[in-house]
């Protein structure tokens, strides 16, 4: 039986990865922190949980023990001063974990990445699939230096290194989508007014793009994956928020969103809680992203769910 490691598998995308895979031939080592997995993935029989610490390498190693591929998820989102953790914890730790998976002779490596780490790219300049992008936050800027670390370690210890280049995931379940639908019960939920591109994927389709990535032979490199809608973040929240029966997202002064997410940043700062919102996460969000999919479509899934938001947003 293959096995596969999942770092981060108590996060939102690594969980709803780990739940998909349960009822395969896999068996799945889940990676844990502080957060722990739920119930029913305890109870798998194909399931065993390893509490580990990617800042201490020797945590690492019983988790890593005769594994076939791993699938990165693990990293801080919301919390403040992105630009002095991220360097540490994406771009450090993520060092700690190719260093102890060389020595574990693991044959593939499936990081979990975006197309930001292009820079803006848009449906008609799509991203390509290049490592010497301009991206113009903190968040893109460490990830797109953990995709150098794989391709360069790949290539050094001669095992597969692929890079699953994300758009936004959209349906139930999905952390951001369930805060836009929280803000947007409370008449809360603003955006700021110039149209972002963004490219999206549907939880289902995400879900087996990436299953697809772990156990087809021959797949290597960076793959862009997203459907073949070609909308902004602006329409995308609108069809959302009509779906909800919910009023639209209030166009607003980017500024305002700024010194909002600059108040969370700071009660995050002095109360040690998570920040739902920072300034370098509205800064990725500004920056329009699409990715071309050639490589998805031939070698991953040849046939999407939903080809579009439009067919998938009975799924929010």
């Not at 805060?179 to 994927?201: D, V």
């Not at 500004?286 to 070698?299: K, L």
Request: net charge positive; charged share 25%; hydrophobic share 40%.
């Amino acid at each position: 039986m293959k096995k596969v490691l999942i770092t981060g598998a108590a996060g939102n995308l690594g969980g709803l990865l780990a739940e998909y895979l349960i009822d395969t031939n896999l068996h799945l080592n889940l990676m844990i922190h502080k957060k722990d997995i739920n119930q029913k993935l305890k109870n798998s029989s194909n399931v065993t949980v390893f509490k580990a610490d990617l800042a201490k390498k020797d945590t690492l190693i019983s988790a890593l023990t005769n594994v076939d591929t791993i699938v990165h998820f693990a990293g801080i989102l919301f919390k403040h001063n992105p630009e002095k953790f991220l360097p540490v914890t994406n771009t450090k730790y993520f060092k700690n974990l190719l260093e102890v998976a060389v020595d574990c002779h693991i044959k593939r490596i499936i990081l979990i990445s975006f197309p930001h780490v292009e820079g803006e790219t848009t449906p008609d300049n799509p991203a390509k699939g290049i490592l010497n992008g301009n991206p113009v936050s903190m968040h893109a800027t460490t990830r797109l230096e953990e995709e150098k670390l794989l391709f360069e370690s790949g290539n050094k210890n001669n095992f597969e290194v692929i890079s699953l280049r994300l758009g936004m995931v959209y349906g139930k379940g999905i952390l951001m989508i369930d805060a836009a639908r929280w803000f947007a019960k409370y008449n809360i939920l603003g955006i700021w007014k110039k149209p972002t591109w963004i490219h999206l994927i549907s939880v289902h389709d995400y879900l087996e793009a990436t299953k697809q990535a772990i156990i087809k032979e021959n797949i290597n490199g960076i793959y862009h994956i997203g459907d073949d809608g070609k909308q902004t973040l602006q329409e995308f929240f609108d069809s959302a928020t009509e779906r909800w029966g919910y009023r639209k997202p209030v166009r607003m002064n980017v500024n305002i969103i700024l010194f909002v997410a600059k108040i969370f940043e700071l009660f995050s700062y002095f109360f040690g809680t998570k920040s739902p919102l920072t300034r370098d996460f509205i800064k990725i969000g500004m920056v329009s992203y699409y990715g071309d999919t050639t490589r998805m479509r031939n070698e991953l899934i040849k046939k999407l769910k939903y080809k579009t938001y439009k067919e998938g947003i009975e799924t929010l």
